[in-house]
């Protein structure tokens, strides 16, 4: 019978694709290297073929990144001064209100 140290090792080097130590970390996910090396080239091969593009020669409609776990997606940026602006929204986002 395994003691109380024995378990504890073995639960502290736990394969990381084992069912227990996902659902002791939850965020770290089951990626190991290996999986971090396709996924980024992927993304590479992606962007080449996305560069030859004529979206790609005008530097819009970038591919997406195939998402990991544990890493954020980066959020969409918004583009400002692609619709007219009318004169009294401008002055109140600049503070310049007539008083």
Do not use: C
Request: proline share 10%; aromatic share 10%; charged share 25%.
């Amino acid at each position: 019978m395994a003691g109380l140290r024995e378990v504890a090792a073995w639960a502290v080097h736990l394969p990381e694709d084992s069912a227990t130590f996902r659902a002791v970390y939850p965020d770290r996910g089951p990626w190991g290297l290996s999986e971090q090396l396709l996924a980024e080239a992927v993304d590479t091969l992606h962007w080449l073929q996305w560069a030859k593009t004529v979206d790609g020669s005008k530097n819009r409609n970038h591919p997406r990144p195939i998402p990991r776990p544990g890493v954020e997606p980066e959020r969409e940026k918004k583009t400002y001064g692609t619709q007219p602006v009318p004169l009294d929204e401008l002055r109140a986002f600049l503070g310049w209100n007539a008083a």
